[in-house]
């Protein structure tokens, strides 16, 4: 075991970090938190950057487009971003990170020459349409069907909790295609472009007040069989390896924040005071904030394992499971230490003057998603006791 | 000894909680969100005519008004309750008007790093509590700017930049004394958003299914239920025995800690109880249109008023 880079991938590190002193400073200020359409600007034009120097789809295959690093030059990447304070992949998120790589693995080659450059450039933004009011936890039970009729399936039912569907202009869905089979075994993969006739898409708001995922409803919405990526009911397989990438990467970003954040509590202390003394005079509060910053470094280094079998195995394991879990629960503590300290300045959900209370509020309520989002904390610790230690299923 | 509710402390607090059932339900709890949280005045006198305010002034004691803002809790009531139920006074009014509900009474204890005011818009007087005394201040004097969101949509705030010192009303005893009270009454409050979320959550797991049974059969979904209803029963406990102890009718401990110990049990339980409700709904428990957040939002909001469960358990420690 080594933690050290070698020579390569320092060079690839630097040569990255000098790129994105100049690149952050030309992008334009960042859009209001619910402006989808401005944001999806911004986000767009990032992605148009970072493919313009040839750091889009950094883990792809060169063949389809992407920079073919490896995992752990992609770790350095998410890294040196978060580090410079680059943007977000954003509203890029499901077509760079679920959607273009299940393109890459199951599609045709047509389907890949067609979508892949959208995706990398930034021109395409993709939504995710797999749950459904009665399919979370259990999402095979999806029940959204698609009948054959010619040359097209033909769509009724609905989606919910759609992240950016009122700004996508694909998404990629799981419909039911047979239903007298086993739940797993008729569900198909397809590639819908959004807006078509007969579909529906409503915005939910989100416990922040904002629009961030939406309802998708459809009525006898048509889209051409040849849009199926794998055979027709393959469409649970092929998911799977989408969402083995999520739990692999998605949270990496954010996490290298939280750890930043954190450290930033510790400064913030040092500036509130309260009767006389300041917060971080509490060697209680110090304890909390040493905690969680040990927890987060020891995250990272579960980062560096899981990349590093992933190097190894081409497949993320048990340990994107354990993250995950870990990482949803530590950061809800992070926030709860966080809306502690600012105490009454907590109550706003915009700064108050030099108050950072916006960032520590939003990430507060964020961090009660992480717990829900991409298989609930309940669902993964079953995951883990099931398929790590081989704990009988009591479903 | 007999530490359970008696038959008139039961049918107080059957009476709130069926008044507020009938005259503020969440349907208008949810409306009242849309149209900007200000504190109806319609609704603050007919809170005002079941005693919400004027309870111990007409001779109730701690208890009997604890297990009524346990309702007030519960049911997600707005508005400077606490504050306007301590400015109608015990045995003498500190504010005219407030315990019959014509004058809207708010409370702010000067605080770092902000000095915060909820609903001041709304607010006829205001009260403000010092180290060293209470003073009256009217509230169009206070200089302030509103945030533009706080957090509980229903929970209005304003951050004062200078608030002027105003008339004297009492010294540091009284100052002591309505903290005290007001800590006592912030419990309650805070165990009803336990209750509620209970309910809600209990609700959710007999009628969600998913693998083809409600999810309340999932022992992973009964433990955090059960969680949720073992710290709000100890809390309910270090609730009551805080309004008891206040009543005169306490054992031998020091009332100072046990009125902490119900603060401290209260805010966390309160967070923890909403936050778990969250988690139980799922997907839905992160929308704006299930209660769910409303209630973790308010918990959020109660856990900073006459100061927060960080620093009643550090005080309490202190006193060891
Ligand atoms: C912010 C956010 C963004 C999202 N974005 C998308 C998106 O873009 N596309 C998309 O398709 N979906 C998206 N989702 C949906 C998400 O994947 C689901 O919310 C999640 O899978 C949970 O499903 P559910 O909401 O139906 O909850 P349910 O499955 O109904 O769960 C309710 C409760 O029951 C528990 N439970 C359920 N089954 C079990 C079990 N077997 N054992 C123990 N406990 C169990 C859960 O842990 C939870 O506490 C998003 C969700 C959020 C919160």
Redesign the interface.
Known sequence: MDLQFTAEEDAFRYELRAWLGTAIASMPVQPQRDDWTARRRYDAAWQRMLFDAGYAGINWPREFGGRGATPTEHLIFLEETERARAPYVGQNFVGLLHAGPTLIAEATPDQKAFHLPGILTGEHIWCQGF?EP?A???LA?LSCRAMRDGDDYVINGQK??TSFGHTADYCEMLVRTDSDVPKHRGISWLIVPMGLPGMDVRP????E?STEFCEVFFDEVRVPVANRVGAENDGWRVTMVTLSFERGTAFISEMLQSMELARDLAELAK????NGATAWD?A??RRDIGRICAELDALWALTKRNVSQAQRTGVVGPGGNVFKLAYAELR?RLG?LA??L?????????D??D?PSGEH?HGRIHA??L???AG???VQ??IIAERILGLPK?? | MDFELDDDERSLQDGIRSFLAGRYPMTAVRAHEETGAAVDRDLWRALADVGVFSLRADGFGMTETALAFEELGRALANGPLVASHLAAGTTSALVGGAGDGTRIVGLVEP??????IEHLASLDDLLVVRDDGVFLVDPGSVVSTP???????L?P?S?VSSLPTGEQLGGAELSASLRRDGMVLTSALQLGVCLATIDLARDYALQR????RPIGQ????KH?MADMLTKAEVTRAAVYAAAVHLDGRGDDADVAQVVRAAKVLAGDSA?FCA?TC??VH??M?????VDA?RY?KRA??LD?QFG?S?HHA?AFAAAL
């Open positions: 749950s009665s979370g936890s259990d039970s919910i909790w939910l708001r989100t416990m007040g500036r509130i005071t309260r509490d209680g509060l809800q709860d809306m502690h600012l105490d009454r300045a907590s109550l706003s959900v915009d108050i003057g108050l509020v009660l998603s717990g829900i989002a609930t904390s309940q610790r079953n009591d479903r | 605080s770092e790093p902000v000095t915060v945030v533009a969101h706080p957090l509980d949509a929970t705030i951050v299914e998913q693998f083809g999932f022992q992973a979904v955090m967070l936050k969250i988690q799922g997907g428990g992160f929308t704006w249109e957040q973790w959020c909001v900073t927060n960080d550090a």
